[in-house]
C-alpha cells in the first residue's frame, strides 16, 4: 500500500505564491509518475500536472507558466510550486502517484488526503 503525506496549502491573495509538497511511502516498488490533481465544489477533478521518471512534464492550459511541478527522487516527494494564483486556482489540489507495489503486478493510481488553496482578496 501507499501514503501520500500532503503539505502547503493555505489562503493566498491573487497574485501570490504558494508551494506544495507530496511525500510518498509504503511498500513501493517503483514509482513512474506523480502529479497533481485539483477539484472544486460540483466539478469533476482536473489535472493540474504531471511529471513521470524520465522528467517528462505535463501542465494543463491553465496553469502553464505559472505553475512548476518538480520531484525529489530520494525524498520520493513531488512538489508544485504555484506562481500569479488566481481566484480560479482556487481548490482541494490532490497528490498522485502512480506506483508499483511489492508482490502485485502493474501500476495503479494512490491519492493524497487533499490540501485546500484558497486565493482570495
Known amino acids: 500500500q501507499v501514503q501520500l503525506v500532503e503539505s502547503g496549502g493555505g489562503l493566498v491573495q491573487p497574485g501570490g505564491s504558494l508551494r506544495l509538497s507530496c511525500a510518498a511511502s509504503?511498500?513501493?516498488?517503483?514509482?513512474?509518475?506523480m502529479g497533481w490533481y485539483r477539484q472544486t465544489p460540483g466539478k469533476q477533478r482536473e489535472l493540474v500536472a504531471t511529471i513521470d521518471n524520465a522528467d517528462n512534464t505535463n501542465y494543463a492550459d491553465s496553469v502553464k507558466g505559472r505553475f512548476t511541478i518538480s520531484r525529489d527522487n530520494t525524498k520520493r516527494t513531488v512538489y508544485l510550486q504555484m506562481n500569479s494564483l488566481k481566484p480560479e486556482d482556487t481548490a482541494v489540489y490532490y497528490c498522485?502517484?502512480?506506483?508499483?507495489?511489492?508482490?502485485?503486478?502493474?501500476?495503479?493510481?494512490?491519492w493524497g488526503q487533499g490540501t485546500q488553496v484558497t486565493v482570495s482578496s
Open positions: 498522485n502517484v502512480r506506483a508499483q507495489v511489492f508482490f502485485i503486478p502493474g501500476q495503479d493510481d494512490y
Open positions: 509504503g511498500n513501493i516498488f517503483r514509482i513512474y509518475a
